[in-house]
């Protein structure tokens, strides 16, 4: 079983809609809980990052995290067209070695 | 903000030469680099970690000889493929931390390698 699992299919949403994203993962060492947004041919910018189980927000994203389960989840209200992007989540111990989920490929459609 | 580099953004190579990329953390200083790869619409997987001044270490899977890694200065760490084949083609992007926490590790913008 892979550390980090993330159903890596596309997602296209209409402009204004809600994008829900999620992972799920095995170790219980991880201490910080990331996402990360990645155009095209680019390297990965941090979105959001947590470390407890509970929400935040910051904008029209929200980072939800339950350690009970294991499983995180990003949402994008209002979801606009520059929103199209890869997310990849992504999981660290606190030596910072992350290990990224596969990612989803989310097209909003204006 | 903290900002990495990495040299060449893009590179074509026969198979069977060596391919070098350099990356740098361009306003602060890395004690520790990742090296990451990329294949088309999958996850970056961590290859290797690089350490100033000592070997590097690296992932599972990941062969040593193939892919070394020089950490020669705390800015600088370079990756270099040799003897490429095409299954080596890939986007690497390596990043550096600047001290501890999830929101300070840095990515470069990758480099994508074609080896024909």
């Known amino acids: 079983q892979k550390e980090v699992e993330q159903d890596p299919g596309p997602l296209s949403v209409p402009e204004g809609a809600i994008v829900s994203l999620n992972c799920t993962y095995s170790?219980?060492?991880?201490?910080?809980f990331m996402w990360y947004r990645q155009y095209s041919r680019k390297g990965p910018e941090l979105l959001m990052y947590?470390?407890?189980?509970g929400n935040k927000e910051d904008g029209r994203f929200t980072a939800q995290v339950d350690k009970s389960s294991k499983y995180i989840s990003l949402f994008i209200r209002d979801s606009q067209p520059s929103d199209s992007a890869t997310y990849l989540c992504?999981?660290?111990?606190?030596?910072?070695?992350?290990?990224f989920g596969k990612g989803n490929q989310v097209v909003v459609i204006p | 903000g903290a900002v990495v580099s990495q040299h060449p953004s893009w590179v074509i190579c026969k198979s069977g030469t060596s391919v070098k990329i350099e990356c740098r953390s361009l306003?602060?200083?890395?004690?520790?680099m990742f090296w990451y790869r990329q294949f088309p619409k999958q996850s970056l997987m961590l290859m290797a970690t690089s350490n100033e001044g000592s070997k590097a270490t690296y992932e599972q899977g990941v062969e040593k000889d193939k892919f070394l890694i020089n950490h020669a200065s705390l800015t600088l760490s370079t990756l270099t493929v040799t003897s490429a084949h095409p299954e080596d083609s890939s986007f690497y992007i390596c990043?550096?931390?600047?001290?501890?926490?999830?929101?300070?590790?840095?990515f470069g913008p990758g480099t994508r390698l074609t080896v024909l």
């Open positions: 990043s550096a931390p600047r001290g501890q926490g999830a929101d300070t590790q840095y």
């Open positions: 170790n219980s060492a991880f201490q910080y």
């Open positions: 306003d602060f200083q890395a004690t520790t």
């Open positions: 992504a999981m660290m111990k606190g030596n910072n070695r992350l290990a």
């Open positions: 947590t470390y407890s189980s």
